[in-house]
């Protein structure tokens, strides 16, 4: 696998001289091209706090199915091709059958080589670790909303996204539909990866994925984001942790701190393992409000998430 960074180049014009030139381009039929949008992390703040406002979002509750609602308007409005990938549980403790969805977002689908943004959107039952209230109220502002809110404020600019790998988004399902201690976690992130390594593909696509990313807890206030063990030490993800982390440091971002720290099960370990997906994890897995009742907006940061998307958009837009 090939990683080329691409610099931009900017043609600089003072303003007395900006109207004469872009007359001379039109008279002369050379088009404007159009700058690729940003990364603002205050509209991704705001969908982290509309998706928080929903209120608790485990799997098969009305607030995941406002939430999927609210997402598949949001990703179609912005011009994305939205699949939906529905299955089912059988609840462990209750017997009783729980409808689950995960949804792909397809950006340039004629591409067939693509690259994976991937999130969990769905919240823990109940904020098991709090030391007050285990059984409170769980609104996951960062662990589940965060990355869910950069997926939204990226699909901005993912229509001017150049060169030749398409993107997908996949919003995960049941990441962490625990209440017991032998729950499983990641049952979207299986269940997508069982499908694909099967050649079954929302949509009916061929495409096969170069590689994959999974965003998860990007908004802490005090943001650190260590490189994920299982990433930093897999051969076939080392490069995407490599490329990311250059962007990062390119950028300024100390936030991305270039070592090694957790090793997390998280998405990208059946996406790896099941679907051969060589896949990343980005995660903050430092928040002292992680399962807590404390896990709100107020603990989440706009320019916590303008350093991440920030730094995903340019390494996408640099992709070769």
Do not use: K
Not at 263 to 291: A, K, N, S
Request: glycine share 10%.
């Amino acid at each position: 696998m090939a990683w080329r960074f691409i610099t931009p180049r900017r043609l600089r014009l003072d303003t007395a001289g900006f109207g004469a030139a872009v007359s001379l381009m039109l008279l002369l039929g050379v088009a404007l091209a159009e700058e690729p949008a940003g990364f603002s992390g205050e509209a991704a703040m705001t969908h982290l706090e509309a998706v928080a406002a929903l209120g608790p979002r485990p799997s098969g509750s009305d607030g995941m199915t406002r939430q999927r609602e609210m997402l598949v308007r949001h990703f179609q409005a912005a011009g994305g091709t939205v699949r939906r990938q529905p299955f089912q549980i059988r609840d462990r403790r209750s017997g009783r059958v729980v409808p689950m969805e995960n949804i792909v977002v397809e950006w340039h689908p004629e591409r067939m080589e693509r690259v994976l943004l991937a999130a969990h959107y769905d919240t823990r039952p109940f904020p098991d670790r709090d030391p007050v209230e285990p059984q409170g109220t769980f609104v996951g502002a960062n662990d589940g909303a965060s990355g869910v809110a950069l997926l939204m404020e990226l699909a901005r600019s993912m229509g001017s996204i150049d060169g030749p790998v398409g993107v997908d988004f996949v919003l995960f399902d049941a990441e962490e539909y625990v209440v017991a201690p032998r729950d499983p976690y990641c049952l979207g992130s299986t269940f997508f990866a069982r499908e694909y390594a099967a050649g079954r593909i929302p949509g009916g696509g061929r495409h096969r994925y170069r590689c994959g990313v999974v965003l998860d807890m990007v908004a802490d206030r005090d943001l650190e984001i260590w490189q994920e063990g299982h990433s930093a030490s897999w051969p076939d993800t080392r490069p995407i942790v490599d490329s990311i982390w250059g962007v990062a440091a390119r950028r300024g971002a100390r936030e991305f701190v270039p070592r090694p720290r957790h090793t997390v099960e998280d998405d990208h370990v059946p996406l790896r393992m099941i679907g051969r997906i060589p896949t990343c994890d980005i995660i903050d897995f430092d928040y002292p409000q992680w399962h807590t009742t404390e896990d709100t907006a107020r603990n989440c940061s706009a320019e916590s998430l303008a350093v991440v998307g920030g730094v995903i958009l340019q390494w996408l837009q640099e992709l070769r």
